[in-house]
């Protein structure tokens, strides 16, 4: 366990020093700023026209899940793949680590890395909510009597699943290859099939459709975690994903050292 | 310490290593000498559990190197032929993350203390990106002893360094090697000589030859070939020098220079030099001609070729 924690505790430390992680944090975040201003925006212009609506939070985790898809593989594309190309995995392949850890590690960087990023975003329901700090009224309510906290809860947790699961095997694809460019791209459109795509299938063959809209990640997230609904078979979707790329990983590790 | 039975590695069709025998015992440097693509680096990696053998086995301070290779990864220090650094990290950081991985207590003090030992704490906290190569060798091999380890495998530790900083890593391997085992390789003869107290000589992933540096050299040459330069004209100096018992092919070169060839065992030096003083000749020097490596190999080929056991 502490060996993770070591190698998590570098990459996230590294996150820091690298502008690519500012890149992807800062058009994340401006993109999601923006959409917020939207949704405030739709929301009071009906209230204009007579039609009272709340600024829905829902429409900005779906904005996020979807940044996600093209921030994580340039998060996690260095990961494994620059050790290989500048010859550094021969160092953590010579410590007294076992690879799965090393996987893992490097996955729990990237990942408290979104976490944080996620962490960021919090200042939206807060600011909807208004908050009070002190004596000190910062922000008065925009919405009364507040939002909706079980399903910004549940939109929350679907949201860092679905970001565990792009981590995750934006991890095992870097570890599959030397060069970073070639980690980002695979990992792009793998996240772009699992996101989309690969529920065209499902229209198209005759029978076993029912497989390819399973595969699909947008419903996992979107009718379900970002509608309020916990459900197991969810859960167990994004878990297996993360699983699958951890497994990847540590098989490509060990690959490595039998080439 | 190490014990190394019948190792064989193949990549593909090619075999990199074919039935490797050795041992190295504790306190010993042992040298690895032989020429790139010898199968040095792939031994090396074998033993320090980076990849596992095709067959045979090995034990590194008493641990299988395949069974138990996280208690062999704990007890040795490597430094890989390409130094293994993060360009982005700290000195002291990157020691201390090493030292982290390695569950040291107190990690940054440990990190600071073995920089001292490479003589680099004053650059503690420059970006290892920033370093000269000699630096970067130091720093990587900082890294090979951070956790004090019983085995010390070291890939041409002195390859890239200027001769002060070659002069001062084999100092350091030295000290290192009073205590503990210490597996390097190189593909110079002289630097076998000077550090190692036994040398193992490998050519296409066999064992040539194994033997203290003097002997494997006496036992090669079989006789010593030395020059001789004198000042002013050496006109007559073959002559006077042929004269002198024991010596053979006297050769009288262009530059001026002499050449002589004597039996090893019967050191003829002290005579020849007697005899050119007498002569009338200011010696100037006399210094025995090594063989080179590519000659050792030449010979061991030849050897091998004519069925003979180098």
Redesign the interface.
Same mark, same amino acid.
């Given at each position: 366990m502490?060996?993770i924690w070591? +190698?998590a505790k570098?990459e996230y430390d590294?996150y820091f +020093?690298?502008p690519i992680a500012y890149v992807v944090a800062f058009v994340v975040l401006l993109i999601l700023g923006f959409i917020f201003f939207a949704v405030i925006q739709s929301a009071s212009q009906s209230a204009l026209y007579g039609y009272p609506s709340v600024p829905d939070l829902t429409v900005l985790m779906w904005w996020f899940a979807f940044l996600l898809m093209f921030g994580t593989p340039a998060l996690t594309m260095r990961l494994l793949a620059e050790e290989a190309r500048?010859? @550094? +995995?021969? !160092? !953590? !392949? @010579?410590?007294? +680590? &076992?690879d799965y850890e090393l996987v893992i590690g490097k996955w729990l960087g990237s990942f408290l890395f979104i976490l944080t990023l996620v962490a960021a975003t919090l200042i939206y329901p807060i600011m909807l909510n208004g908050i009070v700090i002190g004596s000190f009224t910062v922000l008065t309510p925009m919405v009364s009597p507040g939002i909706d906290r079980q399903l910004l809860l549940s939109s929350y947790i679907g949201l860092i699943l679905v970001a565990a699961s792009f981590l995750a095997l934006g991890v095992g694809i870097s570890a599959v290859f030397t060069n970073q460019i070639a980690a980002f791209f695979v990992s792009l459109i793998t996240f772009l099939g699992l996101f989309f795509l690969i529920g065209i299938p499902a229209n198209l063959v005759p029978s076993g459709g029912e497989f390819f809209n399973y595969m699909v990640m947008r419903t996992h997230f979107d009718g379900a975690f970002n509608m309020g609904s916990i459900k197991l078979t969810d859960v167990v979707y994004f878990l297996s994903l993360i699983a699958l790329g951890l497994f990847t990983g540590t098989t490509a590790v060990e690959i490595r &050292?039998? &080439? | 310490m190490i014990q190394v039975n019948g190792l064989t590695k193949d #990549?593909g069709a090619r075999r990199a290593i074919d039935n490797l025998t050795f041992d190295a015992e504790q306190g010993e440097i042992v040298g690895f000498l032989g020429p790139n693509g010898a199968g040095k680096t792939t031994t090396m /990696?074998i033993l320090?559990? =980076?990849? *596992?053998p095709t067959d045979g086995s090995a034990t590194v301070a008493g641990y299988d190197i395949v069974d138990e290779s996280?208690?062999v /990864?704990?007890r040795?220090g =490597?430094l890989?032929e390409?130094v *293994?650094? #993060?360009n %982005?990290m700290t000195a002291l950081e990157y020691l201390k993350?090493?030292a %982290?991985? /390695?569950?040291i207590p107190n990690s940054e003090d440990r990190a600071y203390e073995t920089l001292e030992t490479v003589n680099l704490h004053e650059r503690a906290n420059s970006f290892i990106g920033n370093f000269s190569k000699g630096m970067r060798q130091r720093i990587g091999l900082a890294?090979a002893l951070i956790h004090r380890p019983e085995v010390l495998i070291l890939d041409e530790p002195t390859i890239g360094l200027d001769p002060a900083q070659v002069v001062e890593m084999r100092n350091v391997i030295r000290e290192i090697g009073k205590d503990r085992t210490v597996l390097l390789s190189t593909h110079i003869l002289s630097e076998a000589q000077q550090i190692c107290d036994r040398v193992l000589i490998i050519n296409k992933g066999k064992i040539v030859a194994e033997d203290t540096p003097e002997n494997l050299q006496s036992r090669l040459v079989g006789s010593q070939r030395v020059v001789l330069r004198v000042r002013g004209e050496s006109d007559e100096l073959p002559a006077k020098v042929s004269k002198v018992k024991g010596v053979r092919d006297v050769e009288a070169k262009a530059d001026g220079s002499v050449e002589f060839e004597f039996s090893a065992g019967q050191d003829v030096r002290p005579q020849v030099a007697k005899a050119v003083i007498q002569a009338g000749f200011d010696l100037l020097e006399m210094r025995p001609i090594g063989l080179s490596l590519e000659e050792i190999f030449l010979e061991l080929t030849r050897d091998n070729a004519n069925g003979k056991k180098a």
């Open positions: 502490r060996n070591t +190698i570098r590294h +020093i690298t500048s010859g @550094t +995995i021969e !160092l !953590l !392949l @010579t410590a007294p +680590i &076992r &050292r039998w &080439r | #990549y /990696r320090t559990g =980076y990849m *596992p996280l208690e /990864r704990k040795v =490597y890989p390409t *293994p650094l #993060y %982005d993350f090493m %982290d991985l /390695r569950k890294q």
